[in-house]
């Protein structure tokens, strides 16, 4: 499968494009990574978490789900989620699955994409226990190539306004490290016609701050990698039409 660490390309504006998915190596558990990124845009503003994805992603070995961001509508209309709303379903799942997530992922991911994580694995285990303990030296030494979107000038602080747009957030565990470590994917799902109305800038610019705020914190132990839809496996739970799947079945099942 294709990766690139290539900043992508401006996608906003372009009805025949959407953006890469967004690939991190960071330290801790899949679940410590999907909280951290979760707690990310929790403080931007989620609306909604798709019903039944984090028992979906489970099943397939990775610890994940899908959120609805919206900044922009009237908390009356429908309330903001905190993290505990949203990590309460994962948590759930996790608990009841336990190390079957493991065996899951090592049965069920595809060689093409399983791939992916051994070559992302080659890094981290080349960065050892120096970039794992020492993480603030890696970024400082990375710097502004860090990622395309941390590298970015910011003035001040402030909250992008993103509208109304689906993102999943999923992380799954990388094997055979020295330190523990996790791969985490974050990156929208909605075509454009279901984002709302002249949005896109200001999704891309929540992601941008994600990055950064990821950067932030001293996990990352690789720059970011970003894939296209297209060069995904066909098999990928990650691709659109695997999504649409995930989403029909949990539709059709009763959770607590």
Same mark, same amino acid.
């Given at each position: 499968?294709k990766m690139?660490?290539t900043?992508?390309?401006?996608?906003?504006g372009?009805?025949?494009?959407r953006?890469?998915?967004g690939?991190y190596?960071?330290?801790?558990?899949p679940?410590?990574?999907?909280?951290?990124?979760l707690?990310?845009?929790?403080t931007?503003g989620?609306r909604e978490?798709?019903?039944?994805?984090?028992?979906?992603?489970a099943r397939?070995g990775w610890?994940?789900?899908?959120?609805?961001?919206d900044?922009?509508?009237?908390?009356?209309?429908?309330p903001f989620?905190?993290?505990?709303?949203l990590?309460g379903?994962?948590?759930?799942?996790?608990?009841d699955?336990?190390t079957?997530?493991?065996?899951?992922?090592?049965?069920?991911?595809?060689?093409?994409l399983?791939?992916?994580?051994d070559?992302v694995?080659?890094?981290?285990?080349?960065?050892?226990?120096?970039a794992?303990?020492g993480?603030?030296?890696?970024a400082?030494?990375?710097g502004?190539l860090?990622?395309?979107f941390?590298?970015?000038?910011?003035?001040?602080e402030? %909250? !992008?306004?993103?509208g109304?747009? $689906?993102?999943?957030?999923? =992380?799954r565990t990388l094997p055979?490290q020295?330190? @523990?470590?996790a791969?985490?994917?974050c990156?929208?799902?909605d075509e454009?016609?279901?984002?709302a109305?002249?949005?896109?800038d200001?999704?891309?610019e929540?992601?941008q701050?994600l990055?950064?705020?990821?950067?932030?914190?001293?996990?990352?132990?690789?720059?970011?990698h970003y894939?296209?839809?297209?060069? %995904? !496996?066909?098999?990928?739970?990650? $691709?659109?039409?695997?999504? =649409?799947?995930?989403?029909r079945?949990?539709?059709t @099942?009763?959770?607590p």
């Amino acid at each position: 499968m294709k990766m690139t660490t290539t900043p992508p390309a401006s996608w906003t504006g372009n009805l025949f494009r959407r953006p890469p998915l967004g690939v991190y190596t960071v330290t801790g558990s899949p679940e410590d990574a999907l909280r951290r990124c979760l707690d990310l845009w929790v403080t931007i503003g989620v609306r909604e978490q798709t019903h039944g994805m984090p028992q979906q992603f489970a099943r397939r070995g990775w610890v994940g789900t899908e959120i609805t961001v919206d900044a922009l509508s009237r908390a009356t209309e429908k309330p903001f989620l905190g993290l505990p709303d949203l990590m309460g379903a994962v948590s759930d799942v996790v608990s009841d699955t336990g190390t079957i997530l493991h065996m899951a992922y090592e049965e069920t991911v595809p060689e093409g994409l399983r791939a992916v994580t051994d070559t992302v694995g080659e890094v981290v285990s080349f960065v050892g226990n120096v970039a794992y303990s020492g993480a603030t030296s890696v970024a400082n030494t990375v710097g502004g190539l860090v990622s395309g979107f941390a590298a970015k000038a910011w003035r001040k602080e402030r %909250l !992008p306004k993103p509208g109304k747009c $689906r993102i999943v957030v999923a =992380a799954r565990t990388l094997p055979d490290q020295e330190k @523990e470590a996790a791969q985490l994917w974050c990156f929208l799902t909605d075509e454009v016609t279901k984002r709302a109305f002249r949005s896109d800038d200001q999704i891309d610019e929540a992601f941008q701050w994600l990055e950064r705020k990821l950067a932030e914190q001293n996990i990352l132990l690789d720059v970011p990698h970003y894939v296209n839809q297209n060069d %995904l !496996p066909n098999d990928s739970i990650l $691709r659109a039409d695997s999504l =649409a799947k995930m989403r029909r079945s949990a539709n059709t @099942e009763i959770h607590p």
